[in-house]
Structure formats: C-alpha cells, structure tokens
C-alpha cells in the first residue's frame, strides 16, 4: 500500500540510507521532481553543517556537481545531515509501494 503514512518513530529507527531510499523511490513513483530539486537545493547546506564548505557552494556552474551529490546522498554523513528531509517527506507522502 504506498499510502501508508509511517510513524515518526519507525522511520527515526531506519539508518539514513534506508531513509534516502525510501523517500527517493517514492518520488519516483509519484515522478516528484520537486522533492528531487528540494534535495538537490538541501545538499550544500547539509555540506555546510559538515564542515565541508567547498562542497557548500551553490551555484549554477555546480549543477553538474550537484547531480554528482545526488547520486551520494543516502551515504554516510551526508545521509545523516538530510536525515530531516527524508523523514518529513515519507511523513507527508507514505512509503513507496514496494515497502509500505
């Protein structure tokens, strides 16, 4: 059922790269390009709260490298530091189907 709405509580317990998948796979199904811009515009912040200011730059001669980003952001601090966004966005649009 892909519009089962998880708990809050469950998806705190799922490790950041099981977030990122689900939430990615839903857009997916819901061909949310919004959600991936939203992620795409999150990911030189979340950089910046690492520490890593060279990757927190966000312009659009970066575009490439953003597109890069995407493919890492269900992977280990990164994952971590988007955490928030994953959550909310299962919260607001269930699981994709094949996990509901």
Do not use: C, K, N
Not at 73 to 83: F, H, I, S
């Amino acid at each position: 059922m892909a519009d089962a709405t998880p708990d809050a509580a469950d998806l705190e317990r799922l490790p950041a790269r099981e977030l990122h998948d689900r939430a990615v796979a839903r857009a997916r199904q819901r061909r949310d390009v919004g959600f991936v811009w939203e992620l795409l515009r999150a990911i030189p912040a979340a950089a910046a709260v690492l520490g890593e200011q060279d990757r927190a730059a966000f312009d659009l001669l970066h575009g490439l490298s953003l597109v890069e980003e995407f493919t890492h952001a269900g992977e280990g601090e990164m994952a971590e530091a988007l955490r928030p966004l994953y959550t909310e966005y299962l919260m607001r649009h269930g699981l994709p189907a094949d996990r509901a």
